[in-house]
Each structure stands twice: as C-alpha cells, then as structure tokens.
C-alpha cells in the first residue's frame, strides 16, 4: 500500500471510529433527560410559556418582506435591463 492510501485508510477509520463512539453517550443523556424532566403543559407557569402564534405571524411576516423585496429588486433590474436593450436596438437601428 502506498502512502498515499494509508493516510485515506487512517483517515476513514478515524471517522467511524468518532462517529461510532460519539452519538451513543449524547443520545443516552438526551433520553434520560427527557424522561426525568417531562412536565405537562397544564402545570407550567403562564409566565414560563411562550405562545407560538405571534411568532408565527412574525417568521411569515419576514418571509414576505424577503420575498417581495427580493421580487421588487428582479423588476428593477428587468426594467434597466429593458431600458438598455432598448437603447441598443436603436442605435443599431440608426446605424443602418
């Protein structure tokens, strides 16, 4: 084997070996956290939930102004764009 493949070999090795080793002891934490830690919603304080529909209006809102500021600055640049194809056509068409 020569160098060049024993360094892709050490290399995919080392990856499975952090990938294999890694998400076992994260996901065990996460299970027994979520099972010690269960609350239902009827016994949290009002002041410690958070509504979701104004934050939802709110991402949409955004999600809109991006979309349409985004499609005004295409109209713009179609129209300038527009106005110079024209400008173009006429000067050949007086150099005929």
Sequence with gaps: MDCYHMRVLLV???LVAI???GPVPV???L???AQDGFVP???IPPEDQLPA???LVAAYAVVWAIAIGYLW???RRLGTVEQELAEVAR???SKD
Excluded: F, H, N, Y
């Design 91 to 93: 000067r050949v068409k």
């Design 73 to 75: 600055t295409i109209w």
């Design 31 to 33: 299970t027994e956290a």
């Design 12 to 14: 995919v090795v080392g």
């Design 41 to 43: 919603m009827g016994d």
């Design 27 to 29: 996901v065990a934490q």
């Design 53 to 55: 529909a104004p934050l």
């Design 19 to 21: 990938g294999g080793l």
